[in-house]
């Protein structure tokens, strides 16, 4: 049986060393991950990969690029930002990895393999593209509440050690 092709995958049989660019267009759907299933993702997406291919490793550089639909935390306006994201994956005929940086992944490479894969990477690529918080900037109003939510929990947690505080003090003059 023949394995499905995947959504993001570069043919290296038959290639020379060198630099390739492959650019690829697709939708989050075409993914078929919940996590990618979300409405901020409706734009189509752009995924640019460099692959670098030596005698011992193949490097992929990937970049993701897409338009987001979100809505402001705060007063729930739309907001449209342009995400991007990177990530470097290093493909590698099983020699012990070299140090890695946080942006970076390495893979066995299968001997023979006609393609390299890399729809899964290209999603993690995209999750972590996304932001935490979005606040729109037509209201001043909402980055200050932002910037007092913030604050706020700060304020919570010094509460709660100055109340642990007292607490302390209250069991130690009954003891
Ligand atoms: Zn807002």
Redesign the pocket.
Known sequence: MRKEKGLIEIRIAGLSDGVQEHTFTCWAADFRNPELDCPELRNDILVRVVANMTESEIVADIETATLAEFS?D??L?PVQLRLTGRYRVIFANGDEPRELESEEDYRALEHGAPSIDLTEDVRETLLLSRPMKV??S??PE?GMLMNDAAAGTDEAHSEKNSWQESLEKLKNRFH
Do not use: S, T, Y
């Open positions: 402001c705060i007063c306006a606040v729109c037509d209201n909402c």
